[in-house]
């Protein structure tokens, strides 16, 4: 019969709290008592990306007006349709190609 096999159990490697007791960092409060000013400066963090998103959106609604002024511009309409020749093909020479 085996013996069981106990697992080996790997300590924190990274050297806090040697010597300290075991209790676990807790994420600093965000109470009532910030500053407006503070409160500004953390939502500044995030003009940068804001700003990348508008701009983008911007370039691709620029695009799509521009693409849709250039499908509807004269250059690209019909005007006419011209033949040339007095023979017509038939219906079998059309079907090979």
Do not use: H, W
């Amino acid at each position: 019969m085996r013996e069981p096999v106990m697992a080996q159990k790997v300590g924190n490697r990274s050297g806090i709290g040697k010597g300290r007791s075991a209790v676990g960092q807790r994420p600093a409060k965000r109470g009532a008592n910030e500053s407006i000013g503070a409160r500004l400066r953390s939502l500044l963090t995030y003009v940068p990306l804001a700003l990348r998103i508008g701009v983008i959106a911007i370039i691709a609604l620029i695009a799509f007006v521009g693409y849709r002024a250039a499908a509807s511009a004269s250059f690209f309409q019909v005007r006419t349709i011209e033949t040339r020749g007095a023979s017509r093909a038939s219906g079998r020479v059309c079907d090979r190609r």
